[in-house]
């Protein structure tokens, strides 16, 4: 929010100025005509956003004629289970230690997750940067490291940074294991798909400080939605989402930036700078529950081949393999579904009895971004109230 003076993150959670801007989106929802029958369907793309709007119970506060879509801007959520598989297949040699985020280790694949094979003994350690797993690499030369490189475009710079420093340093015993995805790819499948009703779009913050507002252009211009960048805080998604609604009731669709003072239009120069210097596009990438969609990762330039693990431990599409979509869910998960917004989680039968954060039977339940996850943690009392409801209705 640009509102002068605020600077404290309690100011982005002021009750006064929440109250405004219900206000203010109340009247602006009105304008364009949306019912709680036929409401505007705004997509979160991050799944931070979708954390947010849950721990603030948002999607109770603003009008009914707003309805919250949940995007697929959760990077372990939509990672396939061939790559777990692939990573299992790295992971479980002897010589290597396989350095992963903490939020990957309970990923299911088709045999497994990375926690199930650390039980079993693999040497698999969390880590909190690509630079810890630089670090591991140093001080056990006799070792291969494996850094799982998982992530947007947010995470993809300290990726590209860390790899610039072990061909700097010459270090042989590091590699990264690709798996960066990018933002706008499978926004523009979902606008392709017949199926989907879009209104509008928060976009998402974190990402947006590496890569600015820009690449976002096509979906204002090509398919005449509005975006508005937003930050994480309550009082920014509430501007957020009231800068979108008066955008569709006054006819028009920009690009807009909420998340101003985070986000420069053109993005963080230096870390797309080590981006384009270590990653190029991959034809395509494998998404859980999405499919392949053209152009939508990223993948080692060959002058850094050498700690590419994909070709030197011959997996994945280093391997010429593809993910064979048959794969990509686990039995009755519905993940497919809600990752392209068509129904929520609570939808999902599985939801809160077979499958819960302990017991997870997709990715969308283990991440800390998440949907599935998000309404079991934030909206469970909601979802009992209305299975209560649903056995009512049916008795
Ligand atoms: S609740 Fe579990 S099984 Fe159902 S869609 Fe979500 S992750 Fe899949």
Avoid at 101 to 109: E, I, K, Q, S, T
Avoid at 180 to 201: E, S, T
Avoid at 344 to 351: E, H, I, Q, R, S
């Amino acid at each position: 929010m640009s509102a002068p003076g605020m600077k404290y993150t309690d100011e982005f959670r002021d009750p006064v100025k929440a109250k405004g801007l219900l206000a203010a989106l109340e009247r602006a929802v009105a304008e364009t005509g949306a019912t709680a029958e036929k409401p505007l369907h705004i997509m979160e793309i991050c799944g931070g956003h979708t954390h947010a709007i849950f721990r603030y119970g948002l999607d109770k506060l603003t009008p009914p004629g707003i309805e919250f879509i949940h995007g697929p801007g959760c990077p372990v959520c939509v990672l396939p289970m061939s790559r777990v598989d692939d990573c299992l297949d790295i992971a479980e040699r002897p010589e290597v230690i396989f350095a992963t985020f903490g939020d990957a280790m309970r990923v299911p694949g088709t045999r497994g997750s990375l926690m199930q094979a650390k039980a079993k003994g693999a040497d698999i350690r969390m880590v909190y940067s690509p630079l810890d797993a630089l670090e591991l690499a140093r001080r056990f030369p006799e070792r291969e490291v494996v850094f799982f490189g998982l992530g947007f475009e947010t995470t993809m710079p300290s990726s590209a940074l860390t790899l610039q420093q072990a061909a700097r340093e010459e270090i042989a015993n590091f590699s990264v294991f690709c798996n960066h995805i990018l933002v706008p790819p499978p926004i523009k499948a979902l606008l392709d798909d017949p199926d989907m009703r879009l209104d509008g779009f928060v976009g998402p913050g974190h990402v947006s400080m590496v890569i600015g507002t820009t690449p976002y252009d096509f979906i204002a211009e090509d398919y005449g939605r509005p975006v508005v960048v937003a930050g994480f805080e309550p009082l920014d998604l509430l501007q957020a989402v009231l800068m979108v609604v008066r955008q569709i009731a006054e006819g028009r669709s920009e690009v807009e930036n909420q998340y101003a003072r985070i986000v420069p239009r053109d993005g963080n120069p230096v870390a797309l700078a080590a981006i384009e210097d270590v990653f190029e596009p991959r034809p395509a990438f494998d998404w859980r529950g999405l499919g392949e969609i053209d152009s939508s990762g990223v993948r080692i330039r060959d002058r850094y081949a050498a700690w590419d693990a994909e070709t030197k431990y011959g997996v994945g599409y280093g391997a010429g393999k593809s993910s064979g979509h048959e794969a990509e869910l686990a039995e009755g998960c519905l993940s497919g579904e809600v990752v392209k917004g068509k129904i929520k989680p609570w939808a999902c039968p599985k939801f809160a009895g077979e499958c819960t954060p302990e017991t997870p039977l997709g990715a969308l339940m283990v991440s800390s971004e998440g949907a599935c996850a998000a309404y079991h943690l934030y909206a469970g009392a909601r979802a009992s109230a209305a299975e209560t409801e649903r056995e009512k209705a049916a008795s």
